[in-house]
């Protein structure tokens, strides 16, 4: 059986508060909504019960903010795309930043198991005013488990990702679980198995001041990180700033990124560091 899920969210600014409502159809929802910051930023905490994404399954995300209105949206566990026996899974979502709106999309990490038939697509408009930022961390097999992606079992296994910001920045490919050249040339993956990226985009131009305080800030983040040799940072156009780390696993990239998001939150918004409780459960 193939899950078919909708999830529609809507934030808008109330006074001092932004607050959020949503629609569900299947099983994607919204398991909390949490204000640990005060009335102004709407924590929600989004999942699927039954625990990853199958061939057949297709998932969205609907989700809209209004004028001046703060969320931060995240999950409490990986996404798993499992094995497939020939159907593609897929998970699209579409978010829409109106004027003066802030949002930070910081799921945790997607799993593509060996096998695995999967597209994950990431679409964020923003209108003139509106910021985000926003990750993306990706691990192809179970590297803990030593359970490899490029297993020759499962030599057939693909994940294709989009993120973009239409007009600004588009990152699109597809690993294939036999393309060795791409897993393991340094041009590549490099024998990494692990891809971060966390990027900080505006619905306008940031001045060049900014964005290069910006990746200042990423760049010394990098230097005391044990991942230095194999992260990055650039400003592709004047409305992003995007930072990019490969690793052997999940956690040091998470702490990476943890990190610089927690640094730009504070540089740019004057908003202090802050990790979402889900996350320590």
Known sequence: MSWQGQLTLRYQRDGERTIAHDRHHGPLRVLQRLYPEGPGICHHVL??????IVGGDTLHIDAELAPDS???ITTPGATR????????AEQHALVKLAANSRLEWLPLET????GCAAHNRMRFELAPGAEMIGWDVLAL??????EHFDDPQWVHGHYTQEIELPGVWLERGTVQANDRRLLDSPLGWAGRRVMGTLWLSSGQAMGGADREQLKELARQCVQSSTLRATAG?????????????LADRVEPAIQLLTEVW???RQQRWQLPPHTPRI???
């Not at 799993?111 to 060996?114: D, G, T």
């Open 81 to 88: 795309f499992y094995k497939s026996t020939g159907e593609r």
């Open 141 to 146: 097999g179970l590297p803990a488990a030593n």
């Open 47 to 52: 999942v699927h019960p039954p625990g990853g």
């Open 262 to 264: 927690q640094q730009w």
């Open 233 to 245: 940072v650039t400003s592709p156009d004047d409305r992003v700033v995007v930072l990019r780390v």
């Open 279 to 281: 996350w320590r459960m």
């Open 70 to 72: 703060h969320a931060l």
């Open 111 to 114: 799993l593509a198991y060996r």
